[in-house]
């Protein structure tokens, strides 16, 4: 990959971390990553992302309202289950809730406000990397649950469209996988 240029090896090479550790981003280093999300791209800039983050003791508070969400979802989870759920929000020193909020448009459809919100969640996980930190993008059956955006303080039209946890980075970088344009891409 020589003479690729050093911000476009960052794009090719970036690279999700499933195992993350403290400490993490300040407040001023949460700012630059909300700035970097907020410059998604937006059709008639209904500015549609949404974004609640979770830190220190907090994330014990949010485990506890995943916990209720999976013996919602299922009353007869067993212990485990329901450790993994409470103890969710702690595999990372921060986690940001990005959420859409849907509003009716004559001409940006709620799939186009998904896919924009979407775009911040990815941004949010550039900005993470940029500045040497390290995040993945989380959804499962959480980010399915209307009554958990609500205990968040989400509004009726908002919904997640994922979990963006961030820290330092602690496992082994994944190999970059080697895939071919061409599998993907034909000219027209
Ligand atoms: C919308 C969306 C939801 C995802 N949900 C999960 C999830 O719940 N759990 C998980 O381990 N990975 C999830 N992933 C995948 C990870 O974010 C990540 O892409 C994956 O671990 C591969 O790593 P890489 O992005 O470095 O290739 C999700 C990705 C997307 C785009």
Redesign the pocket.
Known sequence: MSGVPSSLRFLQE???A?RLAGPGPGADELEQMLQCALRSPDHARLRPWRFISIQGDRRMAFGELLRASLLRRDPLADQAAQDRALNAPLRAPLVIAVLVSLTEHPKVPFWEQRLSA?CAAFSLTLAAEAMDYAA?????AFAEDQQLVRDLGGAENEEF??FVYVGRRDCPA?PI?DLETDDFHRVW
């Open positions: 970036r690279n999700s499933a979407g993945i993008w989380r959804t499962g469209v994922g994944k996988p």
